[in-house]
């Protein structure tokens, strides 16, 4: 049996958290690693421009996205704007009638309203004729963003830590330490260069940790540098009750401690669920307000809202299932009648299925103007780790009227027409990667320690809880068990999809004579991997260790991934 301690350092040492320096910062409940906001771009002549319009009594237009990363960057900036003046408002475009940024109908129905100055918030930073419009209207405009910047960019204060340095408005200037950051964490740069330069109270920057934590985990940003800081310090402030929109929300959905595994899985899927099935607005609201009767209307709205999420996602997933070949190198699927609100989701579980790149389309609303145009196509994309979806579709640029995502994720307006186009150019490009790598597709589980079932304690799960907070670019650890026996399988759930079982080492405790075992849990593939649960033999087994606590007592299990006969 090895210590705990030693198998962390194990598992350090692969993921290259080498010297002492980086392992303390790393490790620390505190983490410091954070850079000063001026070192992005643009961002001083952002902060002047806005402290300059509130001085001349200007009224300003906070234009977010409809995600959980646009929704609380929104919350976040308006908890900055809010010190300087009353005199603001927030506007989340429909995802259905508009789409995503900035657009020519959202910025007039901003000048109806009396605004003086936009600042966009996760997105805005390639949308050059929309700003172009606003200008011409007499706005001011100042961009907030994260997203890649290629051939263009827009004509005002750009703030984004992706900005090339060719597009920087300053001589000498260097792209931003952390290139990482969501739309939220750009946000809170921004509050923390308004606070320094306006001396607003410090308060405001604590009191929106927690928006950046759920934003930065929701827009699946990799977690590491600032963002590991920025998202330490936020699950804090989630979990310290100081925001009661929030503690009502996690009530609602039973949970009782907000952790970076929850944010992901309970709490982001909520908020996305109101800008896919009606507005985001709702989630706005609930964030931005502190009247427990809105409160309550809201989070229920949430709640409802991801209920019919869940109900049209699954009818949707067996229908686009029922479509794939499963010859396809990238699967492209023309989808009548999908709500499109739940696109994304389901390309993303099309994906994992299939391990292929997925592009879904539907017919756009936003032409349509709340009926569906058939001769334009909303697209929505997602990838496998090795195919960069965004370079393969900016290979076919010309094609689209609008795009932007990046290495994983991706969307799109086009021609209905040129949808045959679209399918053969993708196709064209991921056959070339495969020639180079012909096992692209093969799924490839990194393990980052080898451990015996005896390794697997209550012990191990607190030292690799020191990793936290997990997410991407960094995952839970995954481990693997060789060599072990399978027994005392009880399979679980109404169909049996379940099962809990104990994998037991080969050698015996020389003392006592018996097995060294961990509890292990395999969730919804029991059925899949039956003949292996029962088969006997020796087995290979990957997965994850699980921490738990229940009426006082601490225990730990092996979450199952994969398992494989030892040949």
């Given amino acids: 049996m090895r210590k705990a301690e030693d198998i962390l350092d194990v598992i350090l040492n692969k993921r290259g958290i080498l ?17 000063d906001p001026f070192l992005l771009d643009g961002m001083k002549a952002g902060v002047d421009l806005l402290i300059s319009a509130v001085k001349n009594g200007d009224r300003i237009c906070i234009y ?3 995600d959980a990363d646009g929704v609380t960057a929104s919350t976040i900036m308006a908890c900055g704007v809010s010190e300087l003046t009353d005199d603001w408002f927030i506007y989340i475009p429909s995802r259905f009638e508009e789409g995503y940024g900035l657009n020519v109908t959202a910025i007039d129905k ?11 918030v996760d997105c805005g930073c390639v949308s050059r004729k929309e700003v172009q419009y606003a200008l011409s209207k007499g706005l001011k405009v100042i961009v907030t963003d994260h997203h890649n910047i290629e051939d263009t960019i827009s004509e ?29 964490g750009v946000a809170f740069k921004f509050i923390q260069a308004l606070q320094r330069t306006a001396d607003l109270p410090r308060s405001i920057l604590t009191d929106t940790l ?30 310290s009750g100081r925001r009661p929109s929030l503690s009502k929300l996690t009530e609602a959905i039973s949970l009782e401690e907000i952790t970076s595994s929850n944010i992901a899985f309970a709490i982001v899927p909520h908020i996305n669920a109101s800008g896919r099935m009606a507005s985001a607005m709702a989630a706005v609201e609930l964030f931005n307000s502190t009247d427990s009767a809105i409160i309550d209307e809201k989070v229920q709205e949430l709640i409802q809202y991801n209920r019919q999420r869940k109900r049209i996602q699954e009818e949707a997933f067996s229908a686009c299932a029922e479509m794939v070949r499963g010859d396809e190198n990238f ?24 391990s292929r790149p997925v592009i879904i389309v539907t017919p756009s609303e936003e032409a349509g103007r709340g009926g569906k145009d058939v001769s334009l196509l909303k697209g929505t994309g997602r990838s496998i780790d090795g195919v960069n979806i965004y370079d ?5 640029s010309e094609l689209f009227i609008r795009f932007g995502g990046h290495s994983k994720a991706c969307g799109f307006l086009m021609k209905a027409d040129r949808l045959d186009e679209l399918t053969a150019c993708v196709n064209r490009d991921v056959e070339e990667q495969l020639r180079e790598d012909p096992h692209l597709f ?39 068990m060789k060599g072990v026996e399978i027994r005392n399988v009880s399979f679980m759930g109404a169909e049996n999809t379940h099962a809990r079982f104990s994998a037991c080492a080969s050698q015996t405790e020389e003392s006592t004579g018996r097995y060294a075992t961990a509890g292990c849990v395999l969730f919804r593939r029991a059925q899949d991997l039956k003949p292996l649960l029962e088969g006997g033999g020796r087995v290979d087994i990957t997965g994850t260790v699980s921490h738990q606590v229940w009426r006082g007592q601490e225990r730990v299990q092996f979450i199952v991934d994969e398992i494989h006969r030892v040949s």
């Fill in 19 to 35: 010297s002492k320096e980086d392992r303390e910062e790393y490790l620390s409940p505190n983490p410091s690693r954070t850079y």
């Fill in 64 to 66: 977010g996205d409809y």
């Fill in 110 to 120: 901003i000048i109806d309203r009396g605004a003086d100055l936009i600042i966009t």
């Fill in 156 to 184: 005002c204060i750009v703030i984004d830590p992706k900005k090339p340095v060719r597009f920087m408005s300053e001589k000498g200037n260097v792209p931003y330490p952390c290139q990482d950051l969501a739309g939220c």
């Fill in 210 to 239: 927690d928006m950046v934590a759920i934003g930065t985990i929701g827009d699946i940003v990799p977690l590491r540098d600032e963002n590991r800081t920025l998202v330490k310090y936020g699950i804090a402030a989630a979990n």
């Fill in 331 to 354: 699967i492209v699927l023309n989808m009548r009648d999908m709500h499109e609100g739940i696109a994304g989701i389901v390309a993303g579980k099309i994906k994992d299925r299939f």
């Fill in 392 to 396: 393969v579709l900016n290979g076919c």
């Fill in 442 to 480: 093969e799924k490839k589980t990194k393990t980052d320690a080898e451990v015996s079932p005896e390794d697997v304690t209550v012990e191990l799960a607190r030292e690799l809880m020191k990793m936290a907070p997990f997410g991407e670019g960094n995952p839970d650890p995954v481990l693997i």
